[in-house]
C-alpha cells in the first residue's frame, strides 16, 4: 500500500459535505424534536462526521460512542462483527441515532442496530455519512444518507487507509497510477 504510485480523486469535498449536512442536521432535528435523541457513534471511522453533524443539530442530545471490530490494514471487511466497546448509559426511554462513516456490506449497521435494540430504546435509526448500495451483503437501508456513492474504497473525513488519512477534511478515491 504505496500511496505515492496513487492518485487520489476528490468525491465529495469540504464544501459539498458542508452544504449537506446543513440539511441532514435540519432533517434530523425537525424528526427528533420533542423526542429525547440519543446519537451512538460508532468509532473511530465516524468521529469527524458525528463531530460535524451534531453541531448542526438545533435541538437537545446525548451522544455516546461505541467501538466495533473493522477493516483493520485491508480494504475488505473480514465479515464478522464484534462490539470492542459498548454503550454504558440506560438506553430506555431515547431515540437512538446511530451515526457511521459508511454503510458498505451493511454487516456493522444491522448488527448493532439488532444489539442496541436489546437495550429497549423507544426507536433504533441510521445515519450515514456515505452509503455503497452495490455492496450490501445484508438487507439494510440507512434512514439518513450523505451521499450515495459508487463501489470505489473510499479514505478522508474519518475513513482510513492504513491507520492514515483519517485527518484529511474531504473524502476521495484511491486509486493506481498507471490505471
Ligand atoms: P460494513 O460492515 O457495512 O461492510 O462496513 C462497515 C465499516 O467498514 C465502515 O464503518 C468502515 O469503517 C469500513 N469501510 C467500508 N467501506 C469502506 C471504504 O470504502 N473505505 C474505508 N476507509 N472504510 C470502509
Ligand atoms: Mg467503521
Same mark, same amino acid.
Given at each position: 500500500?504505496?500511496?505515492?504510485?496513487?492518485?487520489?480523486?476528490?468525491?465529495?469535498?469540504?464544501? &459539498? +459535505?458542508?452544504?449537506? =449536512?446543513?440539511?441532514?442536521?435540519?432533517?434530523?432535528? !425537525?424528526?427528533?424534536? /420533542?423526542?429525547? %435523541?440519543?446519537?451512538?457513534?460508532?468509532?473511530?471511522?465516524?468521529?469527524?462526521?458525528?463531530?460535524?453533524?451534531?453541531?448542526?443539530?438545533?435541538?437537545?442530545?446525548?451522544?455516546?460512542?461505541?467501538?466495533?471490530?473493522?477493516?483493520?490494514?485491508?480494504?475488505?471487511?473480514?465479515?464478522?462483527?464484534?462490539?470492542?466497546? &459498548? +454503550?454504558?448509559?440506560? =438506553?430506555?426511554?431515547?431515540?437512538?441515532?446511530?451515526? !457511521?462513516?459508511?454503510? /458498505?456490506?451493511? %454487516?456493522?449497521?444491522?448488527?448493532?442496530?439488532?444489539?442496541?435494540?436489546?437495550?429497549?430504546?423507544?426507536?433504533?435509526?441510521?445515519?450515514?455519512?456515505?452509503?455503497?448500495?452495490?455492496?450490501?451483503?445484508?438487507?439494510?437501508?440507512?434512514?439518513?444518507?450523505?451521499?450515495?456513492?459508487?463501489?470505489?474504497?473510499?479514505?478522508?473525513?474519518?475513513?482510513?487507509?492504513?491507520?492514515?488519512?483519517?485527518?484529511?477534511?474531504?473524502?476521495?478515491?484511491?486509486?493506481?497510477?498507471?490505471?
Amino acid at each position: 500500500m504505496d500511496i505515492d504510485k496513487k492518485v487520489w480523486e476528490v468525491l465529495c469535498s469540504e464544501e &459539498d +459535505i458542508s452544504n449537506r =449536512l446543513k440539511e441532514l442536521g435540519q432533517e434530523i432535528s !425537525d424528526v427528533y424534536r /420533542d423526542k429525547k %435523541l440519543y446519537v451512538v457513534s460508532l468509532l473511530r471511522g465516524s468521529f469527524v462526521f458525528t463531530a460535524d453533524l451534531v453541531r448542526k443539530l438545533d435541538i437537545p442530545v446525548k451522544i455516546d460512542f461505541m467501538t466495533t471490530s473493522s477493516y483493520g490494514h485491508g480494504t475488505e471487511s473480514s465479515g464478522s462483527v464484534k462490539i470492542v466497546n &459498548d +454503550i454504558k448509559e440506560n =438506553l430506555e426511554d431515547y431515540h437512538i441515532l446511530v451515526v !457511521d462513516d459508511i454503510t /458498505d456490506s451493511g %454487516l456493522t449497521m444491522k448488527y448493532v442496530i439488532e444489539h442496541l435494540k436489546t437495550k429497549n430504546p423507544v426507536s433504533v435509526k441510521c445515519c450515514v455519512l456515505l452509503d455503497k448500495p452495490e455492496r450490501r451483503k445484508v438487507e439494510i437501508e440507512p434512514d439518513y444518507v450523505g451521499f450515495t456513492i459508487p463501489d470505489k474504497f473510499v479514505v478522508g473525513y474519518g475513513l482510513n487507509y492504513g491507520d492514515y488519512y483519517r485527518n484529511i477534511p474531504y473524502v476521495f478515491v484511491v486509486t493506481d497510477k498507471d490505471r
